[in-house]
């Protein structure tokens, strides 16, 4: 065993004492630490102290409009698909206070939210979820504009990432090209081995900073044969999955289909009600909102996640632009699947599988995609001509 720092590009071997030290290491760093946890019947990121903290034996069965915990027959604490929330409700958070207004002397002084941005260490974090966070810093952070908030967040934040092991039937990163296998983007890579008698990981190295927390623990070199158990088991989760989306011409295909009869369709089921885009790690669609105290003396400005799905969104004097659901089903998956790729040079879906999962009335974006494809005539046809 050794506590020299190793280099980038290399892997290591750690144990399960190690890990545990490691999130120590991480809060005596003064980092938050955000990974994975039981709470509210699902598996969410959320602070963990230490390792008794992660989902010890538990993974989640997801189908369209289903989540359920499951037991697992071994002792794995990342065995599980994506969480149920994201990078997201950290880096992009929910509600964020912009400023306060406080009178003074018949007049107003504005104080901005000068909160330092907390530092995150996110444990745990699939290759779709580091696919996601990078496309939000091209959106936040990279183009006309800069998201201040976002930005501070995220250059404040270390990423361990996790080979993923247990795709759900609702994922298709394969599809999306980010997955399942990390490859960059993280400063630490684990790859979690279970085996009869032996409970351990292999740890990549992406960046200094990951070289340099190795050094507060112990590991050891990382033997071929460990090796070549991570490449296994990232080909295995590759073929396991088995969800697809053909990306093939599809945002032509969406821009060519604005008056297909499939829209009316998934209209007739879906709710409006939002949850996909609030599920989704790459949304990113804000309200602001101001609000008194009743004696008039204070007042503050606060920034809130919106949804393309509700009927205030596109308000504009003299009423919403997309009154019905079925123009905001289109507006939402026709963004993300075509008109992204203009705005920020590639798709805003990374196959994370969540929007299905929680949608409450389980509609499947992939199968909505197929239906699309499909000419007008027949879809007409199989409605029995309505």
Known sequence: ????CPTIGSAVRIDCHALGLLISALERRGYQVIGPSIKDSAICYTTVRGIDDLPIGWTAEQE???Y???RRSDSAMFGYAAAANSLKSFLHPAELKLFTAQRDNGAFRILPNDEPAPRYAFLGVRACELAAAGIQDRVLIEDRFTDPGYRDRRSNSIVIAI???EPAATCFCTSMGTGPRVTKGFDLALTEIVDAGTHEFLVEVGTETGAELLGDIEFSDASTELREKSRALT?????AITRRMDTNGLSEMLRSSFDHPQWDDVASRCLACGNCTQVCPTCFCVAVEDS???TGQHAERVRTWDSCFTLGFSY???GSVRVSTKSRYRQWLTHKLSYWNDQFGASGCVGCGRCIAWCPVGIDLTKEVVALRAPAIEQI???GGQ
Not at 1 to 4: F, K, V
Not at 235 to 239: A, D, I, S, V
């Open 1 to 4: 065993m050794t506590a020299l």
């Open 292 to 294: 008194t105290d009743i």
């Open 316 to 318: 504009i004097h003299g």
């Open 64 to 66: 369209p409009g289903k």
């Open 68 to 70: 359920r915990l499951q």
């Open 235 to 239: 080909k295995h989760t590759e073929q």
């Open 163 to 165: 080979q993923c092991s």
């Open 381 to 383: 046809s199989e409605r």
